[in-house]
């Protein structure tokens, strides 16, 4: 591993924008190629980017690069989920019970962009739009493209490839049809899928409801969603099953239908999209899938990162921050000075991969608690008891959703055990009537209360590493 060696990087998405912007910072040699064309230039979202949730684990990715400050400025902060019923009560669900952790609502193209002008700052770093990857010979590590606007084709060697172009990976593709060394490969699509629809702004830019929240419309079996923008619009997504149910993605055909639709399950959200048939049937239906795969390099010469590697369904809102993060465990590996390019990418995904297959499970989790478990009343019940611990005892407890999205110096695979262990505990309590949750219990109360949740907390994970064991 040298200083002069030559990286190509292909995908120009986020994560390898932010990943050629800090090779750039380091020294190296690097050239981007993306298939799509500059979003700087032209408007490519064709109603198919779900809005991002930017928190913590991503922002370590920026305090790498030193655009924390730069990112800011993109960002709508969200203190909860505001959650609707199908009367149009609302209730506001805090994300934490300390008023310092919040999550952001952030333009995926505004922030691609930002990092793609920092990153072409560095005259070491060459992004080329309107290029697609074809195949990759990981062997020889040479690349195989088709430029979109002179319809050539050629081939591109690096001493390294690494591959961020997303979970139709060229690379991945390719390790996985060569069939040259032994390649574990898994795809697991959910029953839903999903639309982006929008609410616009007021005529003077205002929003037409709460700003600061993540809105929820919970169904049980589907759900829709919505994040505010800077202009003052929200994007809005449904997620819905392809065919089951009275209501689904392949019975909703007609302007009528999807009118009755929204008018029986959201009909507060329907008098705010006066839009809603025109972006209905203009933007896509798209599936939501999971990936996972083992090896993600092969030898010293090509290396999968971000979601080539381990794509996630957004609803732990955790895809972003995940593939920033790759970007700052790879670069934690880079400080180790390691002899060779293989031994960093054995290093990174030793370090790294655990934590990845983690996070996709509990995205998944979430999938079911924010379309059904947020409405019910034992979940509440559950809620305002973490709330009232975070704000009480800010040091000695964390909701799970705290430690998967707040507590960026441990690791996913860390805090999902341990949370599923603290909402196991909870769940249990209440239900059992071990435990009554009132609005302002007094600090001795939350006392007692924490102190017997951390003990029930204690010995279900014992009792899972003993279970650990034996497997």
């Known amino acids: ?20 912007l800090r090779l750039g910072q380091r020294g190296f040699t ?48 969200m203190n909860g989920r505001m959650i609707h019923d199908k009367e149009g009560n609302t209730f506001l669900s805090n994300y934490s019970g300390r008023d310092y952790e919040y999550i952001n609502s952030i333009s995926r193209g505004d922030l691609n962009a930002l990092l793609l002008d920092e990153a072409e700052k560095h005259p070491k770093v060459n992004v080329h739009f309107n290029t697609s990857c074809k195949k990759v010979d990981f062997e020889n590590t040479k690349a195989y493209f088709k430029n979109y606007n002179t319809k050539s084709e050629f081939t591109q060697t690096a001493d390294v490839i690494i591959a961020t172009d997303g979970a139709g990976s060229a690379l991945r593709k390719s390790y996985y049809l060569e069939r040259k060394f032994l390649f574990s490969f898994s795809q697991n699509y959910l029953t839903h899928g999903y639309k982006e629809l929008s609410i616009l702004p007021t005529e ?64 507060d959200a329907l008098e705010i999209m006066p839009n809603l048939v025109e972006d209905f049937f203009e933007n896509p239906t798209a599936p939501l899938g999971t990936i996972k795969c083992s090896p993600w390099h092969y030898k010293g010469n090509t290396l999968l990162m971000g979601d080539s590697a381990h794509a996630i369904v957004p609803f732990y809102g955790q895809g972003m921050n995940a593939s920033f993060e790759d970007v700052v465990e790879f670069d934690a590996v ?70 998967v999205t707040f507590n960026e110096h441990i690791g996913y695979r860390e805090a999902m055990i341990k949370g599923r262990a603290q909402d196991e505990a909870i769940l249990n309590m209440i239900a059992d009537g071990d435990i009554e949750i009132k609005d302002n219990m007094s600090k001795e109360v939350l006392a007692d209360a924490l102190k017997r949740v951390q003990e029930v907390t204690n010995t279900i994970l014992k009792h899972d590493r003993i279970a650990e064991l034996k497997e």
Not at 32 to 44: A, G, Q, S, T
Not at 345 to 364: G, N, P, S, V
């Open 204 to 267: 003077n830019g205002g929003y037409k409801t709460y700003k600061n929240a993540l809105h929820i419309w919970p169904r049980g079996d589907f759900m829709i969603i919505a994040l505010p923008n800077l202009d003052g619009s929200f994007t809005v997504t449904l997620f819905l099953s392809y065919e089951e149910g009275e209501y689904n993605f392949n019975n909703l055909t007609n302007p009528e239908i999807v009118t009755e639709f929204f008018k029986k399950e959201f009909p």
């Open 1 to 20: 591993m040298k200083k002069d060696d030559t990286i190509l990087i292909v995908g120009a998405g986020l994560c390898g924008s932010l990943l050629a």
């Open 334 to 403: 880079l400080d180790e000075e390691h002899e060779s390019w293989e031994a960093v990418f054995k290093a990174y995904q030793k370090r790294r991969k655990k934590d990845t297959d983690a996070i996709a499970d509990l995205a998944i989790d979430n999938f079911h608690e924010m379309k059904d478990h947020v409405a019910n009343p034992i979940f509440q019940e559950k809620r305002k008891l973490e709330m009232a611990l975070e704000d009480q005892f800010p040091k000695d407890y964390s909701s799970k959703y705290s430690l």
């Open 30 to 77: 690097v050239n981007v190629y993306e298939k799509r064309p500059d979003l700087r230039k032209v408007d490519i979202s064709a109603g198919r980017s779900i809005n991002l949730a930017f928190s913590d684990r991503g922002n370590k990715g920026m305090k790498l690069v030193d655009l924390e400050e730069k990112v800011k400025e993109l960002c709508i902060p």
